[in-house]
């Protein structure tokens, strides 16, 4: 069974609760493995055991948050080994202009230079999923639909 890793950092719970309905869309293909970890608790094996990651991180400043930052800067441990694996991101910020599509950019550009394939959206948010504060029932439902094409891409490069 393929396996995709939702990794998130949330303070306030808002990136949380999107990283929660992205597993629910996951989940309902019934064909997917899905882990959902704090990126504190990720480590270089979750990366490289997934065929598919999901980062999300609160928006700060405009890019990601420290933590997630952390993650990725550990994940030189195994460059060159996530080639060919579907990225993906999501962001929660503050202000509708302040800074969700810089701060998935940040976390795509990471997995480009992994070597992976990055899942764009044609019908909502076209880099990833964005919450503006809390999420409501639409951004919950974009991040369904998120996790389902993601989860699609997954199998279809199977
Ligand atoms: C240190 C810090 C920096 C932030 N920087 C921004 C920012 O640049 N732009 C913005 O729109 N919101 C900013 N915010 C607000 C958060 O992105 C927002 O509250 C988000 O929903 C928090 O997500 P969480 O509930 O998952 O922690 C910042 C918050 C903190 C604590």
Do not use: W
């Not at 019934?30 to 991180?57: A, M």
């Not at 964005?130 to 998120?146: F, H, I, K, L, T």
């Amino acid at each position: 069974m393929s396996k995709v890793l939702i990794s998130y950092f949330s303070k306030s719970g808002n990136t949380k609760k999107m990283a929660e309905s992205i597993k629910e869309g996951l989940n309902s293909l019934g064909y997917v493995q899905v882990d959902l970890k704090k990126v504190q608790d990720t480590t270089i094996k979750d990366l490289r055991s997934s065929d598919g990651i999901v980062i999300g991180s609160p928006t700060y400043f405009g890019v990601m948050a420290k933590e997630v930052k952390a993650l990725m800067d550990k994940s030189v441990q195994c460059y060159g080994k996530l080639v060919g694996k579907v990225g993906g991101a999501f962001t929660s910020s503050g202000l509708i202009g302040g800074g969700n599509e810089t701060t998935i950019m940040s976390i795509l550009q990471g997995f480009l230079i992994h070597g992976m394939i990055v899942q764009g959206v044609q019908k909502a948010n076209h880099y990833g999923p964005v919450s503006v504060g809390a999420p409501n029932e639409e951004v919950c439902d974009e991040c369904v639909q998120y996790g389902k094409m993601i989860g699609e891409l997954v199998k279809r490069l199977g």
